[in-house]
């Protein structure tokens, strides 16, 4: 089947929008008695402040709207109506004109990273973050009007601004048949889109941040992209779909699963590789071998102990190759 477009909203990672001033901290808080520290953002752009007023602590998340400040209305609202599940911190204020939302500041006891073992100290901490999953997808929307986020429209749209000598032929021909693959669309659900353990806090219970691309798509997408991040082998695939579903997966189940972990790791694969050409970055053979008899899980686990950097030109090529192969498996 030809690729058709379900119309995701493009994005690209930037700055925050604008500047957060100190006047414009004082009309969110409306107060001039408080504490600010500006604290490590994530990959996005996103400027975060952690802020104490009497006693309290609250994060300012100021976005880096990447899809632009006529979407932020959609994450913000997405972030507030999952507040009110328990889903993710309390949403206290926001303001999508500005790109400023404020919630409440959780002492995060995960530790930061990629590696599939940072979850594996919490008892019963699967199921548990499984069962946030659900309960993130069983929750009516309200609003008719959300937008898709489809992995394959940014596939397609990143492959479209990567020139086509960029890559290896065969590497090229796992991105274009990810393309050309059918994506599943027998569910449409809130979903997060960017599931993994850096996007999850822990302190008595498991929440949510980050919600840029949250929006409607499969279901099984959070839990085929989760699996990724856990390096849960195809083999061990059934498991962790039967503990979504809380019974025992059908064929056709496991096959759309199965779709969805390749278009998972392509999406991850493929991001960078825009601007990694505009930037003039040079792919050498080596780079495609570089990490070729490393597993998943121990790509994941190279990124957390520093030995692979993704702010390294060579070392996130080399990764997105890796991962790219890894798609291949999945088709």
Known sequence: MQYNSHNSPHFSIGEAIGDLSADAIKDILQTDSYTLQPITGGLSGAKLYKVCVDG???????????????????????????????????VYYSDSNLGIIVMDFIENTLPKGRSPNILNNIPNGLDKIIKLMRTLHKTPREDKNLSYRIAQDYIAYSLANTPQDFLQTAYLEIIKSYVKKEWPLDQLVITHNDFRSDNLLFNQQFQLIDWELSGLSHPLYDLAYFSNY?????????????????????????????????????????????????????????????????????IWDKVNNGDLNINNDMDEFSISMRLLAEAKEYL
């Open 56 to 90: 309290h602590d609250y994060l300012i998340r100021h976005t880096s709207g990447i899809f632009g400040s006529k979407e932020i209305h959609q994450e913000f609202y997405i972030q507030e109506f999952m507040s009110n599940k328990q889903i993710t911190p309390k």
């Open 230 to 298: 856990q390096a849960i082998s195809q083999d061990e695939s059934s498991d962790i779909l039967s503990l979504y579903l809380e019974r025992m997966p059908r064929e056709n189940e496991l096959g759309t699963f199965k779709t969805l972990r390749g278009f998972a790791y392509v999406f991850s694969a493929i991001l960078c590789l825009p601007g990694l050409a505009a930037d003039g970055f040079k792919p050498l053979n080596d780079y495609y071998h570089h990490l070729t008899n490393d597993t998943i899980r121990k």
